[in-house]
């Protein structure tokens, strides 16, 4: 059996369109569940959902509590599949429907992680551009992981890794790199990215800079190691102004002045303040974890 996971918010004017080209090709490939994630939707999303759900029992809904994010929408859909293999999309249509046989082809051929990757990125502006080819980078390069350029959470699971990544519970997640994490053996499928449909991104540029930073900070402590070196570094300046100033002191060269001393404290003073705000910010990430509350609180299930 396919399971095919979609979170949902806000996303009641594209359903109609998702479903008229989903449906043909889950039907296509035999047995298969699609498991409805509401992340708190504030329009008719809901209704919708559990519309479909009363004419067709193999469309399976769960609803949140409130907004818990994305990626805890695709966590419960993943937790709570049952299939041999787990596909994980949106539902703006951006991630074609029509690509998933060829996922599931090869995943028959034995790949137990099958990504997709879009083949260009031609409709995106430039900075958008420069900005995801600078947050791939920047993920394999500290976290280790080997996260495959331009893919995003279209990807399908065999149900080894769905176990694997439903045993990670992490607040702080990113799906994309928890799959590559697993080190299960992978392939690509490219495809081209469509337009939304209808609605409005909810990734907004700062909601992508928290998530790049989210995925940075979950798996690699390196930039605590900056903040080690940048700390000796300003040390050793320091120490080398100290001796400067001695130096000039002894020869009788001292020349009264506010220039020299105020660019010592402002650098001095801003490499304090950057340090303290990473270490800050695994502290705040440890908290998150200690507290260990639910990562989403479901209020309605359908069809489980």
Not at 146 to 155: A, I, W
């Amino acid at each position: 059996m396919i399971s095919v996971v979609i979170p949902c918010h806000n996303e009641e004017p594209v359903l109609d369109a998702l479903m008229s080209r989903l449906m043909p090709v889950l039907e296509s490939l035999g047995e298969y569940e699609l498991v409805f994630v509401d992340d708190g939707s504030t329009d008719g999303t809901l209704a919708k959902l559990e519309g479909y759900a009363r004419t067709n029992p193999s469309v399976k809904v769960i609803s949140f509590s409130r907004n818990f994010g994305h990626q805890a929408a695709i966590s419960a859909g993943i937790e709570h599949s049952s299939g041999d293999c787990v596909i994980t999309m949106d539902a703006d249509l951006q991630d074609p429907p029509e690509v998933i046989p060829s996922m599931v082809e090869k995943w028959r051929e034995g790949f137990q992680l099958v990504y997709g990757y879009r083949v260009s990125r031609g409709k995106d502006t430039p900075f958008k551009s420069l900005t995801a080819r600078l947050f791939y980078w920047l993920m394999r390069a500290i976290s280790g992981v080997d996260v495959p350029q331009d893919s995003g959470d279209f990807r399908l699971m065999d149900r080894a890794v769905a176990d694997q990544v439903r045993g990670l519970k992490e607040h702080h997640r990113m799906l994309r790199i928890f799959t590559a994490w697993t080190g299960f053996r992978s392939t690509g499928v490219p495809y081209e990215r469509g337009e939304r449909v209808a609605g409005r991104t909810k990734y907004t540029l700062g909601r992508m800079i928290r998530f790049a930073w989210d995925g940075i900070t979950s798996f690699s402590y390196r930039p605590l190691q900056m903040a080690t070196w940048l700390g000796l570094a300003s040390a050793f300046f320091a120490f080398a102004g100290i001796v400067w100033v001695i130096v000039v002191k002894v020869l009788g060269r001292a020349v009264p002045g506010w220039a020299s001393l105020a660019i010592l404290v402002l650098f001095l003073g801003g490499i304090q303040l950057l340090v303290l705000g990473i270490i800050g910010e695994y502290l705040g990430r440890i908290y998150d974890e200690v507290r260990a509350r639910p990562l989403y609180i479901i209020s309605k299930k359908i069809n489980f």
